[in-house]
């Protein structure tokens, strides 16, 4: 991530707060509030425009999109499901969730720390079409550059990338040019698949 935000973010978020029972993690709600109000006195940290500060500089939003598409998102999510993206942020591996004990990381993996991710293992043939932005401040070019990495290997017919340089993250969602960007190719790559 390349946002100043979401890097504070992560870095700041507690894993403690599970253990307070915060069990979801609501964009909305007062804790996330006060979290957020507080992120943003970080140096660095632009909460002017929060959708640009999470998300990136959007090329193709139009506002009465945005409007609607913030009466009902961001949907709330586990805060143990944050808690995984702030570890995966701070430490710069994808591994399974670190339950912060070696005998609670024993007890599900049968080792002391997270097993890491080995994206080597995707089956091969498995059809995988990958779409990214190069104004993406959640998913930057560099984090999808190691993943591209790892797939280097995957048969060529089963792979599709493409890359929009002027998108940012919520362009994928509510860009006014998505539909024929994105969404066309997507389709179009599942039918081609047997």
Do not use: W
Not at 147 to 153: C, E, Q, V
Not at 175 to 184: F, L
């Amino acid at each position: 991530m390349n946002s100043a935000l979401d890097v504070a973010a992560a870095k700041a978020f507690v894993e403690i707060t599970t253990l307070f029972g915060m069990a979801e993690f609501n964009p909305k709600g007062e804790p996330v509030t006060n979290f957020l109000r507080a992120l943003c006195d970080y140096p660095g940290v632009d909460c002017y425009d929060l959708l640009t500060s999470i998300s990136g500089k959007n090329c193709c939003l139009n506002a009465s999109t945005v409007d609607l598409f913030l009466k009902n998102e961001p949907q709330s999510t586990s805060t143990k499901n944050m808690v995984h993206l702030a570890q995966t942020v701070r430490d710069g591996v994808l591994a399974k969730y670190n339950y912060g004990n070696p005998d609670f990381n024993m007890m599900h993996y049968g080792e002391a720390k997270p097993p890491i991710y080995n994206l080597s293992n995707i089956p091969h043939d498995l059809p995988i079409f990958i779409s990214y932005g190069g104004q993406d401040a959640l998913s930057d070019v560099r984090d999808v550059e190691l993943l591209l990495d790892s797939l280097k290997f995957h048969d060529v017919d089963k792979l599709t990338i493409q890359y929009i340089k002027d998108y940012a993250h919520a362009d994928f969602i509510m860009g006014v040019n998505a539909k024929d960007i994105v969404y066309n190719q997507v389709v179009s790559f599942f039918n081609h698949q047997h």
